[in-house]
């Protein structure tokens, strides 16, 4: 596998959130070759036109759309809050939407959703799906990132039950030959 960078977005705030846990098990579980970095993106501004300076957004707007633009791929991790995912990641989406260049025209996408509950936020995966659509990010297919009952699979950080992990590695690899597909 040629070397690949991909940008990870977590959809939850709270430092012992699931979803970051998630995420921080997606680093882990990167394959050779593929480097996993999770942006934080709490500290973007709401959106609002008004910020925007010219054709950009704020300084912390365009260094945020610079790295998500100069990634590979992307991650975007989500818990689900009623029935849909939170709206920092909306904020960020409806940023990068509105920056020259589209960063996420074209962007090779893995969505990976999580729940205490039966369902693993497949709502906020499908809603995620609509609203990246419109601006262009491209899906990794053949089976959604839903996990449920994430609070028995976890443990010191990270998920620690065999066939999630065995699950989420899997949805890497496809995430890797979707990028490869292109590039």
């Not at 443990?155 to 597909?181: F, P």
Request: hydrophobic share 40%.
């Amino acid at each position: 596998m040629a070397d690949m960078t991909i940008a990870g977005l977590t959809g939850s705030l709270r430092e012992g959130a699931f979803t970051r846990q998630m995420m921080d098990t997606l680093v882990d579980l990167a394959p050779s070759g593929m480097t996993v970095e999770l942006i934080e993106i709490g500290h973007l501004p709401f959106y609002n036109a008004d910020l925007r300076d010219g054709d950009h957004g704020p300084a912390e707007v365009r260094a945020f759309a610079e790295k998500i633009a100069q990634a590979d791929g992307l991650i975007v991790g989500s818990p689900e809050y009623n029935r849909s995912f939170p709206a920092v990641i909306k904020n960020a989406i409806d940023w990068l939407s509105k920056e020259p260049g589209a960063p996420l025209a074209g962007k090779p996408t893995l969505i990976a959703t999580q729940s205490p509950g039966q369902l693993g936020g497949i709502s906020a995966n499908y809603h995620l799906r609509q609203v990246l659509s419109i601006a262009g990010a491209v899906f990794v297919t053949g089976g959604e990132v839903a996990i449920t009952g994430i609070g028995g699979k976890v443990e010191g950080g990270r998920i620690t039950d065999a066939d999630t992990r065995k699950y989420l590695s899997s949805h890497l690899d496809k995430l890797a030959d979707l990028i490869g597909r292109h590039r």
